[in-house]
């Protein structure tokens, strides 16, 4: 019934264009990263890295410094994506097989008469549908040589992973049909960890120091247990593997890869010539450093990738009818509070990285406050196209904000909810409300709260939800959480979703055989 009401708007659609002669419907390039912090894009006011590429999009576009995620996990986030809808109604609260006979904004633009693509990460379990063009890494996939899976089968790509995303991306925009509009999607594998940089950025990050966040030191004191119980701390829970140290010779395949697997407590490093053993705060340092020097190199790319790409669309005449969008699919810490990984309701790990360029509409160097989350993408893609958005999708479009128009009943909070507990991480589920002043979080299965007034503390370090002068606040905070809670049809209050298992990504089509192995989760 929705398809061919979809198919008759879209024919529809395209008699209104052309006999009215309007400019035609705009490209969509929407190029996504993995793990990519906010706080690590020179546009968003880095300390730590320049990022001259993104920096070029943003300046010429808009740039939301108010996008989150609803689920701040890989998987979930392109559920979201993909659906417009929050991770309990699109069956991806952790990392579920997606189901993809379910609808998509990938479908609704392909019948509306767009040519669909998608490049590089997916990590969604089943095969990509929506798309006339799909080539996609098994799971997490590798930097090194990936393998990649498409309807013909799976083969390995030589080459660093950022690099052969991005051909096969440019590969698409060259294949495409003059005759339609295209809607691509560039999901990079960077800058997830295990942060393996190319030769020439591990080499050129080597050398570099970079300063430390203001909570590395976080001493976790007057905040629920969670934060403290978590293990996703740079100081205890970076293996040696992320570390990048080298094995004693000798050990045994178990033995060695025991070793690589545990944290260590003490490293011995040449410094100035002489052998220093570091240990304890010295230690965390080293590691918070050697941490920063493989993630931004992997960064690096991803930044060199969104030159590319946008350079090709600019060459080729793509640039003025082509809506180009950089995000990733959540934040991540960065030392932040002594972290690493996201999952946490905090602002490193809520916040998305959003810049949109949009010749046609969007003023240059433009920034945008309003409250957006990455539910608004699909019904933004729809809008852009001219679809009608569904009913059931639970986002909201950002044309108006695009194009310098803020609704007035534009939302002022949103709902959260992380479920993944203990997960690889030990970190607990929980759900919360983020205002434009406040945040308040529920660790449901502790009963434990938070609450942070962010215009006096943005860094999230005094819980204040115990304060007596402020329950008020926390009063009418509670009853927005749940008004939100019940407004997105997130009913159940306590459940406790386990994932099956981590669904990897799909495998070639091959009559019986089941999906793939068991990948590194996150
Ligand atoms: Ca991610």
């Given at each position: 019934m929705k398809r061919s009401f979809l198919s008759a708007s879209a024919v529809l659609l395209t008699l209104a264009w052309t006999c009215l002669g309007a400019a035609p419907r705009p490209n969509i390039l929407f190029i996504m990263s993995d793990d990519h912090a906010a706080h690590a894009i020179s546009a968003y006011?880095?300390?730590?890295?320049?990022?001259p590429h993104l920096d070029r999009l943003a300046e010429a576009g808009m740039r939301f410094d108010n996008c989150f995620c609803v689920n701040s996990i890989c998987s979930p986030s392109r559920a979201t994506i993909l659906t417009g809808k929050y991770s309990h109604l699109n069956g991806v609260p952790t990392f579920n097989r997606f189901d993809g006979s379910q609808p998509t904004v990938a479908k609704y633009l392909q019948t509306a008469g767009y040519h669909t693509g998608i490049v590089g990460?997916?990590?969604?379990?089943s095969e990509p549908t929506g798309f006339d063009r799909w080539i996609v890494l098994p799971?997490?996939?590798?930097?090194?040589d990936p393998d990649f899976i498409d309807p013909d089968g799976r083969r390995k790509i030589p080459g660093y992973v950022t690099d052969i995303i991005t051909d096969l991306a440019i590969e698409f925009l060259r294949n495409r049909p003059a005759d339609k509009p295209f809607f691509l999607m560039c999901h990079h594998k960077a800058p997830h960890r295990a942060w393996e940089p190319s030769p020439k950025y591990r080499e050129e990050f080597s050398r570099k120091t970079f300063p430390e966040p203001a909570t590395l030191w976080d001493d976790y004191r007057g905040r629920a247990d969670a934060i403290r119980e978590c293990a996703q701390k740079v100081s205890q829970n970076l293996t040696r593997r992320d570390l990048k140290l080298e094995p004693p010779p000798g050990l045994a395949p178990a033995e060695r890869n025991r070793w690589l697997s545990t944290a260590p407590d003490e490293v011995e490093v040449e410094l100035d010539g002489a052998r220093h053993i570091l240990r304890g705060n010295a230690l965390t340092a080293w590691k918070y450093q050697r941490y920063m020097q493989d993630y931004l190199g992997c960064v690096q790319s991803v930044d060199d990738s969104v030159g590319r790409l946008v350079g090709w669309l600019d060459e080729h005449g793509l640039g003025t009818n082509t809506v180009v969008i950089y995000t990733s699919d959540q934040g991540f810490f960065l030392g932040d509070h002594g972290l690493y990984d996201k999952r946490f309701m905090y602002e490193e790990s809520l916040r998305m990285p959003f810049l949109v360029r949009w010749p046609a509409a969007t003023r240059p160097n433009s920034v945008q406050e309003a409250l957006v989350i990455n539910p608004d993408f699909a019904p933004t893609f729809l809008e852009l196209a001219g679809v009608p958005v569904p009913a059931d999708m639970q986002g909201r479009s950002l044309v108006p904000l695009l194009q310098g128009r803020q609704p007035a009943d534009w939302r002022t909070s949103f709902y959260y909810r992380y479920y993944h507990d203990p997960g690889d991480h030990n970190t607990r589920a929980h759900y919360g409300v983020r205002t434009q002043t406040h945040k308040l979080i529920h660790f449901w299965k502790q009963d434990q709260w938070e609450m942070y007034d962010l215009r006096v503390d943005p860094e999230e370090l005094r819980n204040v939800y115990h304060e007596p002068h402020l329950q008020s606040t926390v009063a009418k905070l509670k009853a927005e959480l749940y008004r939100l809670k019940q407004a997105v049809k997130?009913?159940?209050?306590?459940?406790?979703?386990?994932?099956?298992?981590?669904?990897?990504g799909p495998e070639p089509r091959q009559k019986g055989k089941q999906p793939a192995a068991k990948q590194p989760k996150a």
């Open positions: 006011g880095s300390r730590i890295n320049r990022t990460k997916w990590h969604l379990g799971g997490q996939g590798l930097y090194y997130d009913e159940d209050q306590f459940a406790d979703r386990q994932p099956p298992h981590d669904v990897g």
